[in-house]
């Protein structure tokens, strides 16, 4: 197939782009290279004759026609997206643009694409979007395909927004839609603001672990190249029209998770004295913080037979070791704008 990826030079694009080009297909990487993008996360795979690079923002929506007239993809697979949400509360603007009418400006880019072409139905727009749509949860329950939605982030929000109008373009123009929603990744080439390599770099630079509130909150974590295997799952197989959960079924607290990471780290690399886990600090908390999110994953397995190929503990091992191995990787972003600086407390 030749996919059209969005977002390609991003944590979770890059992932779908190694993973397309090792198993065949071609790959049309669209990317504005925000702050976020990192060419390097696709470096091996653009050396194949089957991959082609077009740095677009999907604000552009001329920019966008070109590209689908020059390439003539067979699907998109729409990842691009401001996707941190300490910063959305910082500049939310940005999160409206890119999410809401970047995603609108390719429904449209893929409609009239779609439509010279004669409507074929084997074409798919495939929207990548979170489990943060649904809100947050209790100490009980999961979110299903049918949660309703109760955004409470300008993250959030905009994804909501974005996901309202991919169906949309399905109900009233016909467009061959599918859409899932995803719990939080983790992995490698993680940018180096969120969460996982924040606490993996501060731990290895000798500062503190800052831990939002008590570190109470509860998120289910999925290994990234997992998330990339249901995601092309999803575009090739998936029921058009339909929208797919995707979760690792592995919830832990930030806390639980911070101390597993820290002990990961004692094994590796361990310090002169004491723990990784004695410089864990709790700092204020993020407005409106979800307290828990839990995906039940239930009709991607049993409707397409997708599950996750390793648990969490494998999973994070894995990653700590690829940031251990891949300094030259990481500490070129550090200096990016925001990197390593605390956001999002503005509210
Ligand atoms: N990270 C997670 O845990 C997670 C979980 C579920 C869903 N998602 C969704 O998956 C997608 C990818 O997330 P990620 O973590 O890889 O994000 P990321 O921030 O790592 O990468 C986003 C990519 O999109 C590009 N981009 C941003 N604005 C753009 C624009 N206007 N035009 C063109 N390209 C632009 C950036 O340059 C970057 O390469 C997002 O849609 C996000 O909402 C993420």
């Excluded at 990826?5 to 990317?31: K, M, Q, Y």
């Excluded at 990784?276 to 600090?281: A, K, L």
């Excluded at 999110?293 to 690829?322: F, H, N």
């Amino acid at each position: 197939m030749k996919l059209l990826v969005t977002g390609g030079a991003g944590f979770i694009g890059s992932a779908v782009v190694r993973l397309a080009i090792s198993r065949g297909h071609e790959i049309v990487n669209v990317d504005a290279l925000t702050y976020a993008a990192c060419l390097d996360n696709v470096a091996e795979a653009a050396k194949s004759p089957c991959y082609a690079f077009e740095q677009v923002d999907i604000r552009d929506r001329e920019a966008l026609d070109a590209v689908f007239e020059k390439h003539k993809p067979d699907a998109v697979m729409h990842l691009a997206a401001e996707s941190h949400v300490d910063r959305s509360i910082d500049a939310p603007g940005d999160f409206i643009e890119t999410n809401i009418t970047g995603t609108f400006n390719m429904l449209e880019a893929a409609r009239k694409y779609w439509v010279a072409a004669g409507k074929p139905e084997s074409f798919r727009f495939h929207h990548i979007s979170t489990d943060e749509v649904f809100g947050s949860l209790g100490a009980e329950g999961q979110f299903t395909e049918e949660t309703p939605y109760d955004p409470r982030s300008p993250y959030s929000a905009s994804k909501a927004a974005s996901d309202h109008l991919v169906r949309a373009w399905h109900e009233t123009y016909g467009l061959p839609v599918v859409l899932t929603n995803c719990s939080n990744n983790y992995g490698p080439y993680h940018f180096p603001e969120k969460l996982i390599p924040v606490v993996i770099l501060k731990a290895l630079a000798g500062q503190p672990l800052p831990i939002y509130g008590d570190g109470s909150n509860v998120r289910d974590w999925l290994y990234v190249e997992d998330h990339a295997d249901a995601l092309l799952l999803v575009v090739e197989k998936g029921e058009i029209g339909r929208g797919y959960n995707i979760g690792g079924e592995n919830e832990r607290s930030n806390l639980e998770l911070v101390n597993t990471l820290c002990a990961i780290l004692d094994e590796k690399r361990p310090k002169n004295a004491g723990s990784y886990s004695d410089q864990i600090t709790f700092v204020t908390d993020r407005p409106g913080h979800d307290a828990r999110y839990a995906i039940d994953p239930a009709r991607i397995r049993e409707e397409l037979g997708w599950r996750p190929s390793v648990t969490v503990e494998e999973g994070l091992e894995k990653t700590v070791q690829w940031y251990l191995d891949n300094p030259e990787w990481w500490q070129a972003l550090q200096d990016r704008h925001g990197v390593g600086e605390r956001l999002g407390v503005k509210a």
